[in-house]
């Protein structure tokens, strides 16, 4: 036996610690999409100085099931103001943020009828003093995806992007606007959409928002969104099926409290593009 040749084992490359997508560049980002992990603030990992940052566990870690989350400027939980987001959301849902100002704060709570329920609290700067990147994670918050403030276009009658080309999409944002029925702009048949005004029209502040494959806000099955939001707020819907069913109430705790139905088609045998408004919902996005 004779050794013709040898060859050392390489090492593994260390994985890539290539930062993510700026939030920064070339302009703050207008829009930031912030998916609530479920993580412990020891799991945090972004490249803010920590005199910027600031995340505290009040429950010992991480964070599972449905809570309510807050998303405003205001550092205590307690005092009420107008925020970016507010609902009750399961562990693992993606929220879009907008209109932030120098300092995000965030409050999780398990109880969205008591403002001490906090399980963890993070604040992070939002200026772009600070770095702010898609997957910095800040406790159970991590970033991922940002859209940079540009120029608002002129308006167009040009029909927005397909959200069945080149596939059907797999995720939509859709913005609560508040309109009513009578504002809907939207290419399904008339026979596929549905939009019916329980009290009148339009609608403001905070609604229960519940969007699911079931036409009855009364019966109870797992739903693609369910929570109390901000009217002017982007919901993310994903796993639809073909007919997407939304219900907004004015009472989270009263499925007969409905103040606009909307029923419309999402499996691509009808229209379904960026800028389609269903009555109260306007699809923003669609990936």
């Known amino acids: 036996v004779e050794i013709t040749e040898c060859s050392p084992e390489e090492p593994t490359p260390p994985p890539s ?9 070339p302009s703050k980002a207008l829009q930031l999409a912030l998916q609530v992990t479920g993580d412990g603030c020891d799991s945090s990992a972004n490249g803010q100085d920590s005199d910027k940052f600031e995340c505290i566990d009040y429950a010992g870690g991480s964070i599972s099931g449905d809570v309510y989350v807050r998303v405003s400027d205001e550092v205590d939980a307690c005092v009420s103001t107008d925020a970016y ?18 300092k995000t704060f965030v409050h999780i709570l398990s109880d969205a009828t008591d403002c001490n329920s906090v399980v963890q609290f993070v604040e992070f700067h939002t200026s772009c003093s600070q770095p702010l990147r898609i997957g910095d994670a800040f406790g159970a918050v991590e970033i991922t995806e940002c859209s940079p403030e540009e120029p608002t276009p002129p308006p167009s009658e040009e029909p927005g992007e397909d959200c069945c080309s080149p596939s059907k999409a797999l995720q939509l944002a859709l913005q609560v606007t508040g309109d009513g029925c009578d504002s809907s702009a939207n290419g399904q048949d008339s026979d596929k959409f549905e939009c019916i005004d329980y009290a009148g029209g339009s ?22 969104f369910a929570g109390t939001i901000a009217v002017g707020s982007i919901i993310t819907i994903s796993g639809y099926s073909s007919k997407t069913f939304v219900h907004i109430l004015s009472d989270a705790t009263d499925c007969n409290s409905v103040v606009q139905f909307v029923e419309f088609h999402t499996s691509c045998s009808q229209p379904l593009r960026i800028g389609d408004a269903f009555g109260a919902v306007e699809i923003t996005e669609c990936s």
């Not at 959301?89 to 120098?102: E, K, L, M």
């Open 85 to 102: 987001f507010a609902g009750t959301i399961a562990v693992g849902s993606i929220i879009t943020i907008s209109g932030y100002s120098s």
């Open 203 to 224: 609608i403001s502040g905070d609604v229960y928002v519940r969007v699911s494959d079931e036409v009855d806000a009364c019966v109870s099955t797992d739903a693609y």
């Open 17 to 25: 610690e290539e930062p993510g997508e700026d939030c920064c560049s």
